[in-house]
T-cell receptor
Framework: GAGVSQTPSNKVTEKGKYVELRCDPI?????LYWYRQSLGQGPEFLIY????????DSGLPNDRFFAVRPEGSVSTLKIQRTERGDSAVYLC???????????????FGEGSRLTVL | AQTVTQSQPEMSVQEAETVTLSCTYD???????LFWYKQPPSRQMILVIR??????QNATENRFSVNFQKAAKSFSLKISDSQLGDTAMYFC????????????FGKGTSLLVTP
């Protein structure tokens, strides 16, 4: 596609429910990142993929958070047993290669706003 | 861990004027990258400008320039001839060169450009 696409744009759920957020990167981009942006804060790194594998998942806050990218393109961020503190905008970004990120060639989607009631 | 501090939560500037957004960071690394990103209400982060720490020359991109002071660990953004479309959140970000490729962002500065 022309840009990074994230769905849903907005998601409201109840505490304790399971949520999936989807990211469709720019075609051909091998590197894919997830960030979480809480209200009034800058984005916080969660995980990044190089191809199908998670190259760095050190930012995932706990084992309720999990992300996959089975075919090296679309990625899904999965959150189990959601808590009110998980409410945030979840941003996805992609780059042709990880080296291109250093050049600033990192393209963000518009994010998925998750609200946990 | 690297920390990025943006001490100005909100700034305002009149159209056509110049404004400077400040950013400081803390790191023990010698080589790294610094970025300024713009986030309009659409939430999509857009790169404004980047700087490689080993380059002494300050980066410029049209109306945007930085003042990079490595010893002081300071990386301010200057916007000249401000335009209404510059109204947005601006985030300073740090990236190590040797691992992770993850960006560390500051809390952001909300910039309002007024007519």
């Amino acid at each position: 596609g022309a840009g990074v696409s994230q769905t849903p744009s907005n998601k409201v759920t109840e505490k304790g429910k399971y949520v999936e957020l989807r990211c469709d990167p720019i075609s051909g981009h091998t590197a894919l990142y997830w960030y979480r942006q809480s209200l009034g804060q800058g984005p916080e790194f969660l995980i990044y993929f190089q191809g199908t594998g998670a190259a760095d998942d050190s930012g995932l806050p706990n084992d309720r958070f999990f992300a996959v990218r089975p075919e090296g393109s679309v990625s899904t961020l999965k959150i189990q047993r959601t808590e009110r503190g998980d409410s945030a905008v979840y941003l996805c970004a992609s780059s042709q290669t990880v080296d291109r990120v250093r050049s600033g060639e990192l393209f963000f989607g518009e994010g998925s706003r998750l609200t946990v009631l | 861990a690297q920390t990025v501090t943006q001490s100005q939560p909100e700034m305002s500037v009149q159209e056509a004027e110049t404004v400077t957004l400040s950013c400081t960071y803390d790191t023990s690394e010698n080589n790294y990258y610094l970025f300024w990103y713009k986030q309009p209400p659409s939430r999509q982060m857009i790169l404004v400008i980047r700087q490689e720490a080993y380059k002494q020359q300050n980066a410029t991109e049209n109306r945007f320039s930085v003042n990079f002071q490595k010893a002081a660990k300071s990386f301010s953004l200057k916007i000249s001839d401000s335009q209404l479309g510059d109204t947005a959140m601006y985030f300073c970000a740090f990236m190590k060169t040797n691992s992770g490729y993850a960006l560390n962002f500051g809390k952001g500065t909300s910039l309002l450009v007024t007519p």
